[in-house]
């Protein structure tokens, strides 16, 4: 799949975890794009076109919702698809995330095939 | 709010160490001495109607194999340093985060902070609830106490 995908997560670890079921989607490799926190991830969309963002929330530096929130500033990246992927329950949160136009959400823990689906859906929409 | 028993402590660990790592698990006695050997621990505090804090203490070994099966590669080649405490820390965070949805439910209005590592050696205080899982010949005690005055989150 000629996609890219961008994964933001401060746990290294939980990166190369996701990594592993993104490929399984059938991503290639040198597609998908690592960032540990909001501001890095901004970093990287300045130089990659981004077709998705697998978004933690509750992280240093920049956490999710404020990454989210300079993204649709940005009306250059204001169609990147982007889902949730955090432990993240708080209504509120999540409703000022879904006012941003965030819809899809997988809780951790989340079982991997269901990344798979998720993240076939929202490619597929968007081809 | 709802109530957290030690073997509801132990289901949403199991299911987090199955989805995240793969790795099986089940719940044992609560042994004091087998806990004093757990001395790698990682926090999780999170805020809301009620405060709390989650706790997990365990062994390298365990951090080991947790990590490998995250990563997918030989537990011999894991560096505790870097993804050991990396894998402890998410576990951490995953299963906090269990643990409120469970309190809070779909109108959760918890908040949670960032995990941290910490050299706590303390047992389990009698406001708390504690489960032991034996995973795959490894101990991981996981520990939940409400607490009464409102945790700061900063990390």
Known sequence: MSCNVLIVDDSPILRKAIKKVVRLSGIEDDRIHEAGNGQEALDILETVWVDLVLLDLNMPVMDGEQFAQELRKRPDLNGVA??????????DRLARLRALGIVESLHKPFEPEDLCKLISKVLGVKQ | MNALTPDRLAQLTVKALERTAFMMADPVAFDPGAFATATRCAVIRYGGPE???????TT??????????????????????????????????IVGGSVIL??????CSYTLGLPQLSTSSNGPSQSSQTCCLDCEGHLLFVTWEPVSVPVSLAA
Do not use: Q
């Open chain 1, 82 to 91: 982007v889902v949730i992927v955090s432990t993240e329950a708080n209504k």
């Open chain 2, 51 to 57: 405060s709390g804090i989650v706790t997990l203490h």
């Open chain 2, 60 to 93: 390298d070994d365990f951090l080991r194999g947790l990590a490998a099966n995250l990563l997918g590669v030989e537990p011999e080649s894991i560096d505790l340093a870097s993804y050991g405490e990396d894998a402890i820390k998410e576990l951490t965070n």
């Open chain 2, 102 to 107: 469970e309190l809070g439910g779909h109108e």
